[in-house]
């Protein structure tokens, strides 16, 4: 069994109780779709439309999705010590950093996707580049679980982690929030090499925090 | 996977949590059969089994395994959401076999075809208990470290369980058993590891 074998278990695992248990993913949809139903009412139709209002409350809702649907993942792993039963195994703890994000990045682009869709019918958004919107979201949506996968990690045996994580989180998103959001506008807006630029940024933000995670999550689940 | 000839061992091995040594200058052989590490609540055994699977730092001393054991822990170890049939699969899978057996070891264990699909939270505490020990079947590894196996067991169930460690003792695999009851496996034991308050007080 190889390494990418082994998170492509730990990921299929984590969606399959996903698919059972749907929880996370519901009360992420409901979030997004809530947020996006709330935005014309409060900030008006117009201001609502602006390329850059819609897309950074529509991150911000996908940073806050990201962080609920880790922290259902891992108190699943905790109910009966699953965890330790899977970082008993041979490369597990090397193949629960990458399962996660895998899990959770699926998790997110359904999520987004749904959010997306509402935002674009509800808010009659003009999409100048459809193509390059998606590429950013793609990137947006690998991007984000990285960062909050090992934070729950190191946060995973304090009583308070439902409350820190987010406080520990969060900072370390800016950088991942500020592109993603100016991304998306930029491809609303029809700036293709805009739009291109920040799309590269969240792909390296996605490789330095994927490392960073592979690197450090083995040792600090111990 | 054929079970061989195999062992353990804790060098002057310290644990520590919080500042509190769990574990204190720990020095064990584990030969293959059945070895018994006993002590009252409190003592170090589920720590002793831990650093024996590698699943604690050690502040000092060392660890020599023979190879990568299976290890049972006082709590199920299965995910809930998913069946035991998936949970098993998933632990046989990962060290690269075949779902072939799982079947075979649930009814053994005398988990219904029914519920062998249920989530596992849906089952009993002695049904999961069960469906977790079932591992013993389908992970036959040469090392398998057990945590108070006998929590939430009925008696025929205790016995299943009397009769699986028998067995793999025969077959030559390392059993480490960590119990605080249950002298009836003493019959069974090659050794018994007393612990009290982190040391080694019998062996």
């Not at chain 1, 529509?58 to 108190?75: G, H, P, V």
């Not at chain 2, 720590?47 to 006082?74: E, H, K, N, S």
């Not at chain 2, 519920?115 to 089952?123: A, I, N, S, Y």
């Amino acid at each position: 069994m190889t390494g990418l074998g082994r998170i492509g278990l730990v990921a299929v695992r984590e969606l399959r109780a996903e698919r059972r248990e749907p929880d996370g993913i519901v009360a992420a949809v409901t979030f997004i779709a809530v947020l996006v139903l709330l935005e014309s009412l409060v900030v008006g139709p117009v201001v609502a439309r602006d390329a850059d209002i819609a897309p950074a409350l529509f991150w911000i809702a996908l940073a806050f999705a990201t962080i609920l649907a880790t922290m259902r993942s891992f108190d699943r792993e905790l109910e009966d010590d699953a965890l330790e039963g899977l970082v008993a195994l041979p490369g597990g703890r090397d193949a629960l950093f990458g399962g996660k994000v895998v899990a959770i990045a699926v998790v997110l682009a359904i999520v987004a996707l749904v959010g997306g869709l509402l935002s674009l019918v509800l808010l009659d958004l003009p999409l100048a580049l459809p193509l390059h919107l998606v590429v950013v979201v793609v990137l947006g949506v690998v991007a984000l679980p990285p960062v909050v996968v090992v934070d729950v990690v190191l946060a995973l045996r304090l009583r308070a982690r439902a409350a820190l994580v987010p406080i520990l989180a969060l900072p370390v998103l800016v950088p991942q929030l500020v592109a993603a959001s100016r991304g998306a506008s930029a491809a609303i807006a029809g700036d293709a090499v805009g739009a291109l630029s920040w799309a590269g940024l969240l792909f390296a933000f996605a490789v330095v925090y994927g490392v960073i995670g592979l690197t450090i999550v083995p040792a600090a689940i111990e | 996977m054929r079970p061989v000839q195999a062992s353990a061992s804790l060098r002057d091995v310290t644990v520590v949590f919080d500042d509190r040594p769990v574990l204190r200058d720990v020095t064990i052989d584990f030969a293959p059969g059945l070895t018994l590490i006993r002590g009252p609540n409190g003592a170090g055994k589920t720590t002793l089994l831990r650093a024996i699977a590698g699943l604690v730092p050690l502040a000092r001393g060392a660890r020599a395994i023979a190879a990568d054991p299976l290890f049972i822990g006082q709590r199920t170890m299965l995910l809930r959401a998913l069946s035991a049939r998936e949970n098993l699969t998933f632990y046989r899978r990962f060290r690269g076999l075949s779902a072939d057996g799982v079947e075979a070891a649930l009814a053994a264990w005398g988990i219904s075809a029914r519920d062998r699909d249920r989530p596992v939270e849906q089952l009993s505490a002695g049904e999961r208990r069960r469906a977790s020990l079932a591992r013993i079947r389908t992970e036959p590894l040469a090392i398998m470290l057990l945590d108070e196996p006998f929590t939430e067991l009925d008696d025929a169930a205790s016995s299943e369980l009397r009769t699986a460690i028998g067995a793999a003792r025969d077959e030559g695999r390392t059993v480490i058993v960590a119990t605080h009851a249950h002298p009836e496996l003493d019959a069974l034991a090659g050794a018994t590891v007393g612990l009290r308050e982190g040391r080694v007080i019998v062996e």
